[in-house]
């Protein structure tokens, strides 16, 4: 990923945010699916 990037959109209360690569990188995991619902403390991605 290059910085700037989108890396995901996480709707909460009708309202969509991207979150965005800080820095170039390499993600490892994605630890969701489209559609779930994902708890407050949930690692979303996780990153080499």
Known sequence: MEAGQ???VV???????ILR????G???A???AAGDS???D???L???
């Open 30 to 32: 994605a630890n969701f």
């Open 21 to 24: 690569a800080e820095k170039a």
């Open 11 to 17: 709707e909460a209360m009708k309202m969509e945010n």
């Open 42 to 44: 949930a690692a979303i």
């Open 38 to 40: 994902l708890a407050v």
């Open 46 to 48: 996780e990153f080499e």
């Open 26 to 28: 390499v993600v490892k």
């Open 6 to 8: 989108p890396l995901a």
